[in-house]
């Protein structure tokens, strides 16, 4: 089974046609659609930051916020993914060691290493900082 996890800029571009990453977004929804065994860690940090984004986003709106909220919510491949205190410390140790990330960011680097992800979907940079997140802005067959 695939694991993987997508930063905030590649779900905001899958439903916003006029982000500069829609193409990106676009390709990794039409690829995660057609996947038969894959699991798909979403932050709850994602959620947050995706759904404010389309709701402020001149091409957004509410119709297509609520729509993100909806797969976030009822995709069978989803786990969504809720900070703990202990968890939340784990991401405090990580924004404070690389002080380059947000604490949403934070989260998505460790939980690629604690629930053994394969893939972390993103268009920012930032992530190579860690080398042991394979990133990628957009799918291809592996």
């Not at 091409?59 to 995709?75: H, Q």
Request: aromatic content about 18%; glycine content about 4%.
């Amino acid at each position: 089974m695939k694991i993987v996890i997508a930063d905030s800029n590649i779900w905001i571009g899958a439903f916003v046609s006029k982000d500069k990453w829609h193409k990106n977004g676009k390709r990794f929804l039409e690829w995660l659609y057609n996947q038969k065994n894959i699991r798909v860690i979403v932050p709850i940090g994602v959620v947050y930051e995706v759904i404010a984004r389309i709701l402020n986003n001149t091409d957004g709106g509410f119709e297509k916020a609520n729509k993100a909220f909806e797969l976030f919510m009822t995709y069978p491949d989803f786990e969504i993914y809720y900070n703990t205190e202990e968890s939340f410390n784990e991401v405090k140790n990580v924004f404070q060691k690389y002080k380059k990330f947000s604490l949403v960011d934070s989260t998505i680097v460790i939980l690629y290493e604690n629930k053994g992800c394969n893939i972390l979907f993103s268009t920012d940079s930032d992530y190579n900082a860690c080398p042991f997140i394979y990133r990628l802005e957009f799918p291809i067959e592996f």
